[in-house]
């Protein structure tokens, strides 16, 4: 068995994307993939996340043994209700333990704060300063975390 560190990358965008920016996507997630990272993880929960699943689905089918893994803040309908169809998606899906009991209006910033904390390249894609995209980017920036970003800088 390797002692090779399994690297991880995350991605965080707005719900909605009004530009094209899937060469700039697939360039970021080429990155990660040359850094080493075969764990992408995703919060599946606007169209940027539907956007980054697509590139990396895209990618393992040149590279197989990269994992798409869903992280979700709490227990969803959509888990209960379509669960065959996202294990389709991803090959995981997980709610952190860490995130149990907590509050369902901070959860997300929490899980955002999870995925930062368990990777080490982030993808990012902001085109306003506020909101949990850019509040995770800024917080990966802090982390001295290996950031890749487009979109509005970010101070």
Known sequence: MSDKKIKACCGFGHREVFEIIDY???NAIDNALAYGCTVFYTGAMGKFDELFSSVVRLRKKTCPEI????????????????????????????????LAGIYYKSAIKKRN????DHSDFIIGYTIRNYG???????????SNKIVVKFGNPIN
């Open 24 to 26: 700039k996507l697939t």
């Open 67 to 98: 994992k798409l893994i869903c992280v979700k803040p709490y227990m969803t309908k959509e888990i209960n209700e379509y669960g065959d169809y996202l294990y389709a998606l991803y090959d995981d899906i997980i709610i952190p333990t860490e």
């Open 113 to 116: 704060r999870w995925l930062v």
């Open 132 to 142: 949990g995209a850019y509040e995770a980017i800024k917080y990966a920036m802090k």
